[in-house]
């Protein structure tokens, strides 16, 4: 991996709007999460940060991801029927309440996405361990060059 006159390795793309702890779409909740536990970090191929881990950790990943994308799509069935039903009846519902049930709609659509999302790229870097190497070694040197990797004292 070459390095830059900055110091910084030559292959990595870092994009401040994917540092750990922002959103990489300005507002979604969930992926600042991913982003924040996955150390955020280069744009090389979605979720870098799973790349490092072992295949049964990226299956249990997978399978759990995949669990939550379908409740929220279960969850947004269930609210839009809600929703519906409650715009049918004589009495409506307050508009503020509407609202907030509408955008709980949009992020529970955005969630389930997301959760699919990371359900695929896990399964992935579980499924091709080459490219998964590479990007972790990438990854890795991200994580070094912005602090995000635990250094000894005698690694000066």
Same mark, same amino acid.
């Given at each position: 991996m070459a390095i830059t006159?900055?110091?910084?390795?030559?292959?990595?793309r870092w994009l401040p709007e994917t540092e750990a702890g922002e959103a990489t779409d300005g507002?979604?909740?969930l992926d600042l999460l991913l982003a924040a536990l996955l150390g955020g970090?280069?744009?090389?191929l979605g979720d870098a940060g799973l790349a490092r881990l072992s295949e049964a950790r990226l299956q249990?990943?997978?399978c759990g991801a995949l669990a939550r994308a379908d409740?929220?799509?279960?969850?947004?069935?269930?609210?839009?029927?809600?929703?519906?039903?409650?715009?049918? *009846?004589?009495?409506?519902?307050?508009?503020q309440d509407l609202a907030l049930a509408t955008r709980h709609l949009g992020r529970?659509? !955005?969630?389930?996405?997301?959760?699919? !999302?990371?359900?695929?790229? *896990? *399964?992935?870097?579980?499924? !091709?361990?080459?490219?998964?190497?590479?990007?972790?070694?990438?990854?890795?040197?991200?994580?070094?060059?912005?602090?995000?990797?635990? !250094?000894?004292?005698?690694?000066?």
């Open positions: 006159a900055g110091g910084m390795p030559e292959d990595i507002s979604d909740t970090g280069p744009k090389l249990a990943i997978e409740d929220c799509l279960h969850e947004l069935q269930c609210l839009a029927r809600l929703l519906a039903d409650a715009t049918r *009846a004589p009495a409506r519902p307050p508009a529970l659509a !955005q969630d389930g996405a997301r959760w699919k !999302q990371l359900a695929e790229h *896990a *399964a992935m870097y579980r499924t !091709q361990r080459d490219l998964a190497g590479e990007v972790a070694r990438r990854w890795l040197g991200w994580a070094q060059y912005f602090g995000e990797w635990p !250094q000894s004292a005698g690694d000066g």
